[in-house]
């Protein structure tokens, strides 16, 4: 079978780029099976440093989309969400209809909601199935970053939320088939779009199964240190990261010692500036998983976003317990079973404090926390689905 697969940036293994993680897992799947094409956008500088290392160029293309690039798609298309508007691209859509005719593709694999928009291509190739991957179901996004606004933003953001619902229920309708992320997602697309034909696999954090046998080594924690992770140019992290650092002045006032890491690319200046002795602001690291390691607890205060936040996972792996919101929670461990879950400030407060005291409990959770990933998110389930779709 020859699949092309389609994605809004570049797919990659590497753990700083979690979305592309799930992408590149998948794309090693599909390979080991079936012949593989790629068509992507290039949308940073890591992508286009991740393009410049691509081993097979042969099957892959890349079509750059800077953001004057993006500003001028999204005003070409007005119809259209922005989010959605930005993939909006001509020379994408030639390359599409190219690489679809010039290597006889069955199938095209799409990553995220804006890349549904390409389904046309159906109608030129009356044999091409298209499948989209869903990571999360891009409506109930604005609907919380709309709650969370007032005034000219919450107007903004109502009227790009009937927008997505309207593209997003559209793409959704015309793919062959939709994977999901997780159950509450699969139940979210029925009840908003009446979505039937939709399979859910795992998404991937960047440990394979082999990986989380055995305990987690945490020789290398270091006293009283938290951690968040996450793209800091997104809105709903940078939201985090800042309430974590207002709950962890109250937190250092009972622990002394406490050491907080904010971790991930574009951090705004905003957060810049509240670096001091025991707040570090890292930017982009090459491996995240030295802080997840050194942190006693994960904390993502998280109020807005969808589906599987991949940072929960990829902490709960490496046996670094979390503290979280529903929100973060969602699609991993609602109930609370390993996640130690907070809504409030105070609350975040008291589960800090508390967990930092208990060493030998919060050890226990730690490999408590890779054992239910283990069993709850391998990825051999992901495998046996993609198994079943894809058959030669």
């Known amino acids: 079978m020859r699949i092309l697969h389609i994605s ?9 780029h979690a979305g592309g993680q799930c992408m590149g897992k998948e794309l090693e799947t599909l390979r080991k099976r079936h012949q593989v094409y790629v068509l992507t956008f290039i949308a940073s500088a890591y992508d286009q440093a991740l ?5 097979d160029r042969a099957h892959t293309r890349g079509v750059p989309v800077g953001r004057f690039r993006r500003i001028f798609h999204a005003a070409l298309a007005p119809w259209m969400p922005n989010y959605f508007a930005v993939r909006t691209s001509l020379r994408f859509s030639l390359l599409l209809i190219y690489m679809v005719r010039k290597y006889k593709i069955d199938v095209i694999h799409a990553e995220y909601a804006s890349m549904g928009q390409y389904a046309w291509i159906k109608k030129m190739f009356p044999h091409l199935r298209f499948h989209l991957v869903e990571h999360d179901v891009t409506v109930q996004s604005y609907e919380r970053q709309k709650e969370n606004s007032r005034g000219w933003k919450r107007l903004y953001l109502e009227w790009q939320q009937r927008l997505i619902e309207r593209e997003e229920r559209k793409y959704c309708q015309r793919a062959d088939m939709l994977f999901a992320f997780n159950e509450k997602d699969r139940r979210l697309l029925a009840s908003h779009y009446g979505i039937k034909k939709c399979l859910v696999i795992n998404p991937y954090y960047g440990l394979d199964d082999e990986m989380l046998q055995g305990d987690a080594d945490r ?26 650092i207002r709950i962890a002045s109250k937190v250092k006032e009972r622990v002394p010692g406490l ?8 951090p705004s200046e905003e957060l810049r500036r509240q670096e001091n002795e025991w707040i570090h602001v890292t930017g982009f690291v090459e ?16 109020r807005q976003g969808a589906g599987i936040k991949l940072k929960v996972l990829r902490s709960l792996a490496l046996g670094t317990p979390v503290i979280t919101s529903a929100v973060g929670a969602e699609g991993i461990d609602e109930s609370g079973s390993v996640i130690r879950l907070a809504e409030t400030e105070k609350e975040y407060e008291e589960q ?7 060493e030998d409990e919060r050890q226990h959770l730690g490999q408590e926390s890779r054992k239910y990933v283990r069993e709850h998110f ?15």
């Open 8 to 16: 809004p940036y570049f797919p990659s293994l590497e753990a700083n």
């Open 51 to 55: 393009w410049e290392r691509c081993r």
């Open 219 to 244: 020789s290398e924690e270091k006293e009283n240190t938290i951690c968040f992770l996450g793209q800091m140019g997104r809105p709903e992290n940078h939201q985090a990261a800042m309430e974590l």
């Open 259 to 266: 050491q907080v890491y904010i971790v991930g690319n574009k």
């Open 287 to 302: 491996d995240v998983d030295i802080y997840l390691r050194e942190a006693k607890l994960a904390v993502f205060p998280l």
């Open 352 to 358: 800090i404090v508390s967990w930092l005291k208990r």
């Open 378 to 392: 391998g990825w051999k389930m992901s495998e046996e689905v993609l198994g079943q779709v894809y058959r030669n």
